[in-house]
């Protein structure tokens, strides 16, 4: 017996897209399914992200209640006693013409703005009164003048630092707490 030793090669056919519909509905399904995949997770991602505005809208809006919450009560507050105090001295002046001088210097305070109550204490640092502040030439009301300028610049320069290293301290805790520290 005689073997051929001939081999016959076994060419397989190439199959180009399209031809082989098994291959094509198995990439179909897969590229639908990935992106199916991908349009889930970015809805998830949004999802996540648009609760987490919302939460931080909600917190933000909380402390700013608490905050304008905690100033009306302050300014309540002042003004209660402020009637009580002009209820007390309509009250009291029919029995007496003069107030009492402590109610006289408090009404005094009370009337002015901030920064009159500065410059008077920084006259009194400087052991000047006003009336003394009057009768000077205007040559030395200018220096005096300017020096109270200048200390008022320093201590707002000191208030803003002293605020800011508060700030830091406090690391953004609690803003209502930040607001009554700061009064």
Same mark, same amino acid.
């Given at each position: 017996?005689l073997v051929?030793a001939?081999q016959q090669a076994?060419? &397989?056919p190439l199959?180009?897209p399209?031809?082989d519909p098994t291959?094509d509905a +198995?990439s179909?399904?897969q590229?639908?399914?990935?992106?199916?995949?991908?349009d889930n997770?970015?809805a998830?991602?949004?999802?996540g992200n648009?609760?987490?505005?919302e939460?931080?809208t909600q917190?933000?809006t *909380?402390?700013v209640? +608490?905050? #304008?919450a905690?100033?009306d009560?302050?300014?309540e507050?002042?003004?209660? #006693?402020?009637v009580?105090?002009?209820? +007390?001295?309509s009250?009291?002046a029919?029995?007496?013409?003069t107030?009492?001088? +402590?109610?006289?210097d408090?009404k005094d305070y009370?009337?002015?703005?901030?920064?009159e109550?500065?410059?008077?204490?920084? &006259?009194?640092e400087?052991?000047?009164?006003?009336?003394?502040y009057?009768a #000077?030439p205007?040559e030395?009301?200018?220096a005096v003048?300017?020096?109270?300028a200048?200390?008022?610049?320093d201590k707002?320069?000191?208030?803003?630092?002293?605020k800011? *290293?508060?700030?830091?301290?406090?690391?953004d805790?609690?803003?209502?707490a930040t607001? &009554?520290?700061? &009064?």
């Open positions: 017996m051929s001939k076994m060419i &397989l199959k180009r399209g031809e291959a +198995a179909g399904l590229s639908a399914a990935l992106q199916a995949l991908r997770v970015q998830q991602a949004n999802q648009a609760q987490v505005r939460s931080a917190q933000a *909380q402390q209640n +608490a905050a #304008t905690i100033s009560n302050i300014d507050a002042f003004a209660k #006693t402020r009580q105090l002009q209820t +007390a001295a009250q009291d029919p029995t007496s013409q107030d009492s001088s +402590a109610l006289k408090f009370m009337s002015k703005t901030p920064e109550r500065l410059r008077d204490s920084i &006259l009194a400087m052991g000047i009164s006003e009336e003394e009057e #000077t205007p030395k009301q200018l003048g300017q020096e109270i200048q200390r008022m610049q707002s320069a000191m208030a803003q630092m002293e800011a *290293q508060e700030h830091r301290n406090t690391g805790k609690d803003p209502a607001l &009554l520290a700061s &009064l």
